[in-house]
């Protein structure tokens, strides 16, 4: 044992090397690649936020509330108020016969001018003229026995009462006579004034009467014809009763009918019926001509637009009035947004008076523009927009 102790110290086992067993690092990279690869993308978002935006604003088309420059006279811009009604004639007739008979003759149709006693149409009086001729023939009987009577009662060879019933007889035929005349009279229609015959009811050959509708479709009775004096039209309208306090004596007004668009004619209040209609609460009033034409006509629908001040007359000043909502104030300066294919583009405008939220513009709008209303929110020069409730 001890030998070997010796041994082993005299011959000691070489110590392992650690050192292959170690772990070779890397040297660590520096962070500024990090860094910079970090800031680009922060670049990148950046700027795709920012095209988003404005794609956003330039190709998606923002809804906007449009609102239109309207062209006014100068009768509309005084306006106080204004109404619908129909044209209507004072003097106008349907022309009927007194008596049933047939018509022979028909001298007028619709747009015929006729003067006061111009013949209308004529009716049969074949059996008239027979009644006419037995009537006669007994009148000239009657008259007869009465100058016999006379003479002999002169003579004091008739009694007073033979004399009496003579005379009767005669005034009754005289009168028979009197009344077949009479009816021969109605067999010729006349005008009754002067006027346009507007509506023919009957033709020649119908048999007509002074009461029910004629054969052709008539609804006035018996009419023939239907004669209007033109020189009476006016225009029937209702006034609601809370504006008649801005009503005074002969009000100007201008009129418009729907058949002559292009014409303003002007007129005055003639008459405020005195009566009212309970359930509309309206007022009816008639408002005469100043200067009506041949193309005024009965029935046509018209709007009445009673002005401040007369306009007959004046060189009728425009106005281009547009509403409050549609300014705004860019940079400094005064104007408005007008929608043109599809985009805003600022308008510079000049402003003048301001009434009942209407604004007149003297310069920069000519009338009919379509406009951005201030409740469509920020609008910018060149935005696309759509006009809310339109098709895109």
Known sequence: MGGFREMSQENPRPAPDLSALRIRREPEKSGRPKGWLFGGAIVVVAAGAAAWLLAGRTLRPRTVEAVTASFLTEGQATTLLTSTGYVEAERKADLSPKIT?????????????????????????????????????????ARAELERQRSLHAQGLSPKQALDAAVAAEATSRAGVRYVRALLDYTVIRAPFAGVVTAKRAFVGEAVSPFGSSPSGGGSGGAIVTLVEFSTLYVGADVNEANLSKLGPKQPAEITLDAVPDKTYHGFLRQIVPAADRQKATVRVKVAFLDADEKILPDLSARVSFTAEPTQGRTGRTRVLIPRSAIRTVNGRTGVFRIVEGRA?????????????????????????????????????????RVEGEKS
Do not use: C, M, Y
């Open 101 to 141: 008979s047939r018509i022979t003759e028909l001298s007028v149709t619709e747009g015929s001018r006729v003067k006061t006693g111009d013949v209308i149409a004529r009716l049969d009086h074949t059996d008239l003229d027979a009644q006419l001729a037995e009537k006669e023939a007994s009148w000239v009987n």
């Open 345 to 385: 583009k600022f308008q510079p405008v000049k402003a003048g008076a301001e009434t009942q939220g209407q604004v007149e513009i003297v310069e920069g709008l000519s009338g009919g523009e379509r406009l951005v209303s201030t409740s469509s929110g920020e609008i910018h020069d060149g935005d696309r927009v």
